[in-house]
C-alpha cells in the first residue's frame, strides 16, 4: 500500500485531497457568533468520523470579529490544514422561499449527506438544476433526505415531520434546536408525504426557519407552526441564547 498510511489515509505531500475536509458555517449577527458550542460539537462529529483532528479551538477567536459587524463565520477542517474566514452579508429579506425538487440524489449511508463536507457538487448541481430558490434532494430510495444547503419540516395535521438522520440529512444546528423545543416526527419518508403537507419549512444556521411559499404548483401561506418557531428563534438570538 505504498503512500498509504496505517488508517489507509494517502500520506501527506504525496497525495490530492479534492473535497476531503469538513466545515461549518456560523451566523454572527453584529459581531456575536450564533450557536457557538453546538457548532463546536457538529464540527468534532464530521471530524472525527473522517478522522480528521481538530488542531485550532476556532471558539477562542470570537473576540476576534469584526465589532457591530453581521455576516457568516467559517470554521474549515482538512487533512492538511485548518482555518476560519468571515464574510460579511446581510440577513436575508426574503419572507419565504419557494422549493422544487431535484434530479440529483445523495447516499444515505454516506459522509457527503450526514455531514457538511468540502464535497458539495452534488449540492450546487441541485440547486442550479432547480429555478426555485431551494432544491429538494432525495436519497437513492426516493426518501426524503433535506434541502441541499438547508434541513426540512412540514407540518401535517398537528403533527411536525422531518426526515431521520439515517435517511441521509445532517443534524444541522437549528434542526437539533427544533427538536429540542418542538414535538417533531423524524422518519423514512416518499416525497409524496409533502403532497399533504398544510406547511413547509426549512432551516439552516444562516436563514434561520425560513417558510416555503411554494413547493411545485402549490402555494402555501407562512402557516402558524413555522411563525412561531421563527420568532421564538429570533427571541433566543436578541437574548443571547442561541450563543451557545
Known amino acids: 500500500m505504498r503512500g498509504r498510511d496505517r488508517q489507509g489515509m494517502p500520506e501527506k505531500g504525496r497525495a490530492f485531497f479534492p473535497g476531503f475536509g469538513v466545515f461549518e458555517t456560523l451566523r454572527v449577527e453584529q459581531g456575536l457568533p450564533q450557536f457557538v458550542e453546538e457548532h463546536w460539537r457538529a464540527l468534532g462529529e464530521a471530524a472525527d468520523a473522517l478522522g480528521l483532528c481538530r488542531k485550532v479551538d476556532f471558539r477562542i477567536r470570537a473576540p476576534g470579529l469584526p465589532l457591530g459587524e453581521t455576516g457568516r463565520w467559517r470554521w474549515v477542517v482538512t487533512w492538511e490544514d485548518q482555518w476560519e474566514s468571515f464574510t460579511k452579508e446581510k440577513p436575508p429579506a426574503r419572507r419565504a422561499f419557494s422549493l422544487e425538487p431535484a434530479p440529483q440524489r445523495v447516499g444515505s449511508e454516506n459522509w457527503d449527506a450526514r455531514f457538511k463536507t468540502l464535497s458539495y457538487l452534488t449540492r450546487w448541481q441541485a440547486r442550479k438544476s432547480v429555478t426555485a430558490d431551494e432544491a429538494l434532494l432525495c436519497n437513492e430510495r426516493g426518501e426524503i433526505a433535506s434541502g441541499a444547503c438547508s ?39 416518499p416525497l409524496t408525504a409533502l403532497e399533504e403537507a398544510e406547511e413547509i419549512f426549512l432551516t439552516n444556521s444562516w436563514i434561520g426557519v425560513m417558510p416555503v411559499h411554494r413547493y411545485l404548483e402549490r402555494s402555501f401561506p407562512i402557516g402558524p407552526v413555522s411563525r412561531r418557531l421563527r420568532k421564538e428563534l429570533q427571541r433566543a438570538r436578541r437574548g443571547g441564547i442561541a450563543r451557545g
Request: aromatic share 12%; net charge positive; with cysteine.
Open 151 to 189: 434541513n426540512l419540516f412540514w407540518v401535517c395535521g398537528k403533527s411536525i415531520y422531518t426526515p431521520a438522520r439515517e435517511v441521509g440529512c445532517r443534524a444541522g444546528v437549528v434542526r437539533d434546536w427544533i427538536l429540542g423545543r418542538a414535538r417533531v416526527v423524524e422518519g423514512r419518508f
